[in-house]
């Protein structure tokens, strides 16, 4: 098993509120997060596949279709756009970290179909991150 | 949460501090032997990067495993105020009768952070340098990255 990652970058805006939230509540559990205008970021991603090289080109998968895969699913959905207003896939959810890395996952893991998607962390900054893997996955060990 | 997925936060946090490797239980030859440079009597320091990974469930209302100010509270409590600009061999009660290689850092930090209550404590990395970076799950068994 050999696992190949590419890494891609978007900047987006988003703001954190709960509308079941009071004002000072919103306030208090997202802090600045809060502002109502909203803020950005520049968010890496990084996208781990998993598979067996092909015994006649020697690739997991091409690089240049997961290139294609990431363009098509993740950059023209969220670069450059407001991530509160704009993807549908996080419509009445918090745009956290968790929750993004959550909605790459399931738009990526059905396009990926030569080699299985292992690993997707989410970089929000270079300090915080979130990884999403497939439940079990530890617990088979290295798969 | 979809059960299908684990979801995992992680932070990053820095520190400075100084350490000498050195072992009361070894000679003075036999410490440079194994410790090299990093035996100097007067010790030497590093930047160190801790990564600190959690999951839990995602929680709808918050979209968060953890709130990041708590556990930025939890770990400068915890870590940072002990560990940012000390002597690791001296200031650490952990580290007077353990060599603080970034193996023990990793295992005492760990252990400091285990107790947080708000998500389940992964497993932490520890990066001395640039170059070098440790591992701790405890004594979880998932905790390991896949």
Not at chain 2, 34 to 49: D, T
Not at chain 2, 79 to 107: G, M, Q, W, Y
Not at chain 2, 110 to 131: D, M, Q
Request: charge should be negative.
């Amino acid at each position: 098993m050999v696992l190949i990652t590419r890494k891609i970058e978007f900047s987006a805006s988003h703001l954190y509120h709960n509308p079941n939230f009071s004002a000072e509540e919103n306030r208090r559990v997202f802090g600045k997060c809060n502002n109502p205008h909203g803020h950005g970021h520049n968010y890496t991603l990084e996208v781990t596949v998993a598979g067996e090289p092909d015994p006649v080109t020697g690739m997991v998968l091409d690089l240049k279709e997961l290139k294609e895969i990431l363009e098509r699913e993740v950059m023209q959905r969220m670069d450059h756009r407001h991530l509160n207003y704009e993807v549908p896939e996080l419509a009445g959810q918090i745009p956290t970290c968790e929750n993004i890395a959550q909605v790459l996952w399931r738009l990526l893991d059905p396009k990926i179909t030569r080699g299985r998607l292992h690993h997707v962390r989410l970089y929000e900054s270079p300090d915080l991150f979130a990884d999403c893997y497939r439940n079990g996955a530890a617990a088979a060990g290295k798969l | 949460m979809s059960s299908a997925l684990k979801v995992e936060l992680g932070r990053r946090y820095r520190f400075s501090a100084s350490h000498r490797l050195h072992t009361a239980h070894l000679s003075k030859e036999e410490n440079n032997r194994v410790f090299g440079k990093c035996s100097n009597p007067y010790g030497h320091g590093h930047n160190y990067v801790l990564e600190v990974s959690l999951s839990g469930d995602v929680d709808p209302a918050t979209g968060m495993i953890a709130n990041l100010a708590d556990l930025d509270a939890f770990v400068t409590d915890h870590v940072l105020e002990d560990f940012d600009h000390k002597s690791l061999n001296e200031d650490i009660p952990a580290f007077r009768d353990c060599v603080p290689t970034t193996e023990n850092v990793c295992i005492e930090i760990f252990r400091r952070l285990k107790s947080f209550p708000k998500a389940r404590l992964e497993r932490i990395r520890v990066a001395e340098t640039g170059k070098n970076s440790f591992e701790y799950a405890g004594d979880n068994p998932e905790g390991n990255r896949p």
